[in-house]
């Protein structure tokens, strides 16, 4: 259960017998071959992968660097990696014989992919939400009621993102016996981030064949944003052993990393222990836990996935942070470059793909994830050029 | 290893809890020193946490009206050198690991035994995850008072055996909170315990009425009492005092004899 | 030129050297297989394709009739079927040396797919939308400016849709030499419909291939929805010759065919000449065009595509219509049944599945076609429900 | 045929339009009798559609006036029937097609017949479309007046050998309205028409000035203005009368004599 001195089990007691039950089944289950063949005919089936690997040509040619290939996982049923993960957490959840699957979720993603899983399993769904995001993002409430789920407006602590998984934790020690806590990230306590890192694995092991079978080689850089880091991981998890593949997770920076309206955990974090993980998190000098900011509501939390500080410390990966102003040019660029509007979120590794690639030479290839597509992001993005689309 | 056991020997033992610095740190230097004179045998003193996993809303909000007045981790120990001019009554802290692990886990424990504080409740450190804490814990004479939950099951041995100074036994599954009812069967949770150690169990989480206390105290060797204090303090606020006195006093009284 | 009596080129004199050109060039390129394979190329590397044939189980086990597969079009890069076409004329376009692209718009769909392939295509785009469509979409407006285009709201006639096309049309015998008129649907004069056919085609080839993959059979029944009728040709056009599938055009019936506020052009409308065709419109005895009224707004048309005409004269497809408040009904019901969130458009499609599977045996097959997502409708489906979602 | 081509004999013509029923029927019969007394020797009315592809804002608009005012097929037969009883200035309708269509071909053109209307030009009917309805035109003794655009090209030849009446010859790609500079050859463009054809050419889209009557006089056989008077009737409503009967008073006497 370590990365490392990182992860653990940090959670109470009422849960400890669950989460050895959920370790016992998720080892049994993730060798188990019929397991497998749900799971994957469910990801390509149902999720719609293999996901495309892009060649980005016309933004190689204008940053004139390295060859920059896109992980398109934009293009996954409801639009973002998270449903990879979503799926492998509810089906080991039926197979345990649960009929309930809750979940928290900052903007919305997240419990939007736990509904639509829940509605193709025909289970019970539950979705945990900061009051101030069940009213910046009321479509999104909307979006999971139509599709079967009951969303609960999480109204203590500062009412956001990480008060609602404080709340989902809360809701799952309460009703332990038929209900499965599907997390949305690579965090939590163990096996938790390694569920994540498994099921979003896929990304990393398509994208390397895909790579491989196109120019025979392997890239020499992975890009990929971070918050809590699934997708990031996803991106990671099957390069990790070639050491030629430099991996770069992208933070956000929010108004920036020396500001204190920032995200970037690991340049301005200090490990702690929360959300039942031993990690890396911003947080005072007493170890309360700080309020966060991002123009990207999925990079906004305070903490970072267990393998991610692991990674960090090893020097295996490197994290680096982006503003919203980087992300917002980003998104404009690709949109305008390649015709792809892609989320905020993925667009903080867009803008650090801007920078990195001009620095390297034009026969190293880069693979960024789009983790998401950015429609969710269009209004927002006006918003912060100063256009009124209030319609 | 503390005095907290002893507490135990001769009368079932009544547990209140608080959280430092609500609604301010003078009221509740005055809150424990009530809860004492009232009969309380422990005060459990809440260090607030920003983002506390185990606890219900009343608790919560005490937690923000603490932070409104101050709370930090320095600002609490200072309450308890406080609180020890005018009671030596037994402390523990109930806290979440965060808080002790960026103080310094050495650092912490030196300065609760410099302080008298003889144990720490910490509901987010399970068993598995004590190795990291408890070696400082031994050395400083601070028990590590572990909670047993209605599904700790096969767990419980393994658990108790490692208790000091007494085992924190939760009713029911959840939160912190009053319940009206408590349908766990806690006396054969009890048995499970008693069955590998002889260190003293309190019952804690929806406790809040004498009657709970006179049928608890038949069960368990002690009784925790959280939420409804807290909400006495959410109402009358620093003249709290007596409040708390006369209901350490009712609760103490419908505890039965050893 | 013509479908039966239907087609045709009825369009000003100044635009028919331009559509002899497009015709020879089309002509030519169509059976190109340079041209054909950078099309393919681009459908299955950029717009993702193949589309997923999805069975829907649950759907299929609900209902208890026929066995139900959709047609995923909502997959693409984009979120519809829009793109497949788009970018078979912007190629075609690129082919004959032309730098801009025009093209109309309702919602902005198929203004958003211009303007994305334009980006990709680094090409000029201008789109035509009607004020009172800028003023509801503001935020397709402002997704088509992100991928740079320059969009135009028109202020004549009714502002919208129909009037739309009327000002492309103006401005394309504006400016003819450097320009081509991405046409959005299967509409306009020969060859636009047949070009809409050929590159919306790719549905059933696909559909046709991999349900005989899957099950050894061919459907027993396409549906997909009409408006101008690309989806749904694409959807039929390679099973025309299969005399035992049975083709369902499923057209927008507004408040009901029966009423005025409808766009159910085939059981309402009558022959007639409009937008460069001749073939059903929604009219006045005099031969006025008809304001026409549907929740969806890609149904939103008064007209047909020629050869959907020609369809339903020779009885080789039956037109069907679905009120709005049947395809609200099927929207919801898709959503919570299999953890789709498909567009209004195609839930008219799938309201008419919801009556027919019911009629047929369960070894018989029902290929829907979903034509895209439905992001874009949550908002107005919560507000035909009364629910507030002003964020 | 009509007497359309007559009408070119002697003179350069100038050629008047105007849209049915704008701002009602009664000022339009006004209108065209004014533009008769004024000096047009054709009148082209505008039976409005609700969706005019060829035409600009400132035609749009008057569509949109005559809409308010009832305007319908049956209506506008009316108004000219009112025409006839005061003049008998050659008239053509410019309309679209599916309004003739959805009338009948061979009803719309008996109805011209009687009325009197000579000629029809119908911007969404090209070459390639014309055989519907030319069978009805033909036996009705109506024209068919073709465009002749800029980009027309090789089409010039097998569209004027077609055309009776006249020829309306686009001085310009786009849309209807009033423009400064005309950069088209218009030149050579009639010469290609003329090489094939004696069917007299008038130069419409554009044409506002007496300068422009002056110098596209000498390279057609006529000028046709349409926005000009559309504005002028916009601007003077139904008192617009003498104001266009001056105006085509000064377009006639600047075309160039034959």
Known sequence: ?391 | MSNLKQVFTDEKAFIAFVVAGDPNFDATVDHIVALAEGGADIVEIGLPFSDPVADGPVIQEADLRAFAAGANTDKVFDLVAAVRQRTQVPLVFLTYLNLIFKYGYDAFCAKCAELGVSGLVIPDMPYEERAGLAPYADQHGVDLVPLITPTSGDRIAKIAKAATGFIYVVSSLGITGTRDEIQTDLGSLVSQIKAVTDIPTAIGFGVHTPDQAAALGQVADGVIVGSAIVKLIAEHGDQAAPYLKQYAHEMKAALPAK
């Open chain 1, 1 to 391: 259960g370590r990365y490392g001195t990182y992860g653990g089990q940090f959670i109470p007691e009422t849960l400890m017998s669950e989460i050895e039950r959920i370790t016992a089944a998720y080892n049994h289950y993730k060798a188990d071959p019929e397991f497998l063949k749900e799971f994957h005919d469910l990801l390509n089936n149902y999720a719609n992968r293999p996901s495309l690997l892009y060649f980005a040509e016309q933004m190689t040619a204008d940053l004139g660097g390295a060859q920059i290939y896109f992980k398109r996982e934009d293009l996954n049923h409801t639009g973002a990696h998270k449903i990879n993960n979503v799926i492998g957490q509810a089906l080991l959840a039926k197979r345990m014989g649960k009929t309930r699957l809750i979940a928290e979720t900052g903007a919305g993603q997240h419990g939007v992919a736990t509904a639509t899983i829940a509605a193709l399993f025909n289970m019970d769904c539950e979705v945990f939400m900061g009051k101030e995001d069940t009213d910046r993002q009321r479509l999104n409430v909307y979006r999971m009621e139509l599709l079967g789920a009951k969303v609960h407006a999480v109204t203590t602590g500062t009412q956001v993102l990480k008060d609602a998984v404080t709340a989902t934790m809360q809701e799952w020690t309460r009703r332990v016996d038929d209900t499965f806590y599907v997390m949305g990230s690579a965090v939590g306590p163990y096996p938790f981030p390694q569920m994540v890192h498994d099921f979003q694995s896929v990304i990393s092991k398509e994208a390397k064949q895909q790579l491989l079978q196109e120019t025979g080689k392997l890239p020499d850089a992975v890009v990929a944003c971070v918050g809590g880091g699934s997708n990031a991981i996803g991106s990671f998890a099957d390069f990790i052993d070639d050491p030629s593949v430099k991996l770069y997770g992208v933070e956000a920076a929010g108004d920036g990393v020396d500001t204190d309206r920032t995200a970037a955990t690991i340049e301005r974090g200090s490990d702690g222990i929360f959300h039942g993980m031993k990690s890396i998190f911003l947080q005072d000098k007493h170890g309360q836990i700080d309020k966060v900011y991002s123009i990207s509501a999925g990079l906004d939390y305070p903490g970072i996935g267990p393998e991610h500080a692991a990674l960090a410390k090893s020097g295996r990966a490197e994290y680096v942070g982006i503003t919203d102003a980087e992300s917002v040019d980003a998104f404009e660029y690709i949109a305008k470059t390649e015709g792809i509007i892609a989320a905020v979120e993925s667009c903080h590794a867009v803008a650090y793909v801007e920078k990195l690639a001009p620095t390297m030479r034009k026969d190293q290839i880069i693979i960024c994830t789009i983790s998401g597509r950015g429609d969710k992001d269009v209004a927002s993005i006006a918003k912060y050029r100063g256009v009124d689309i209030n319609e």
